[in-house]
């Protein structure tokens, strides 16, 4: 097997710190990782579609001044470069804890992180374009067996309605006060994971119509 190349590398450890700060609520160095244009970037989540400003502004008025969601086992193995332009694929565990009534619960979402970066032209070094994520599946589970017996949690009709792929990260965000979308990519429908592999492959060929070299950034109407 080839080594790494310096462009991979580079890549690997910028996404690596890209999740960890956003983690630790670091947000001027996560936001140091993506396109100094925030028009230029676009982030696909479970609860949020737009930019990185944006995204980054809700996040820090989500987080409640302590570590609690975490983006663990994220190893970026499929890293694609071609010239100033590279796609990236990884598996990804997001885990965070909650209370519901006097009953602790750990959530673990299994999911799939895709990206495009591109290497800026004056300095050299590589900015995120774009982050998306499908889902695989997740899991509720009570922090300590047994502490929860005489409080079951119900599913309603609304988060039946949820793909399963994703249901139980559903469940919580909704009782935060969030609306996940219902058409979420997820590995019960390949079709809506295709469209994501087949758009950042086709970024990376640069075969996009009518657009220039400079403009080859991903927008909501775009990807």
């Known amino acids: 097997m080839a080594n790494p190349t310096p462009d991979v590398l580079a890549i690997a450890s910028l ?3 890209e999740r960890f700060y956003r983690d630790t609520a670091q947000w001027d160095l996560c936001r140091a990782c993506f396109h100094p244009d925030a028009a230029s970037t676009h982030i696909s989540v479970a609860w949020y579609e737009g930019d ?4 980054l502004n809700l996040s820090a008025e989500m987080h409640k001044g302590k570590v609690n969601v975490i983006h ?3 190893d970026p193995v499929d890293i694609r470069v071609c010239g100033n332009r590279a796609i990236s694929e990884a598996f990804c565990l997001v885990t965070s804890s909650l209370t519901f009534g006097t009953v602790d619960y750990e959530l ?5 992180l ?3 970066l591109q290497k800026s032209a004056d300095v050299g070094d590589w900015r995120l374009l774009s982050l998306e994520s499908s889902y695989v599946r997740d899991r509720l589970v009570i922090a300590f067996p047994g ?3 005489g409080s079951p949690l119900a599913m309603t009709n609304e988060v039946q309605a949820y793909p399963k792929s994703y249901r139980n990260l559903a469940f919580v965000m909704l009782n935060r006060g969030l609306k996940p979308r219902l058409n979420l990519p997820h590995e019960d429908s390949p079709e809506s994971v295709r469209r994501i592999l087949e758009q950042n492959r086709a970024f990376l060929d640069g075969v996009r119509a009518g657009l220039t070299e400079e403009k080859e ?3 909501p109407l775009d990807v």
């Not at 673990?108 to 799939?112: E, G, I, N, Q």
């Open 114 to 116: 895709f990206t495009r």
């Open 72 to 74: 663990s086992s994220f």
């Open 15 to 17: 996404l690596k710190r």
């Open 147 to 149: 502490s929860g017996l």
């Open 217 to 219: 950034s991903p927008g």
């Open 52 to 55: 990185v400003d944006d995204f």
């Open 108 to 112: 673990a979402s299994y999911m799939r």
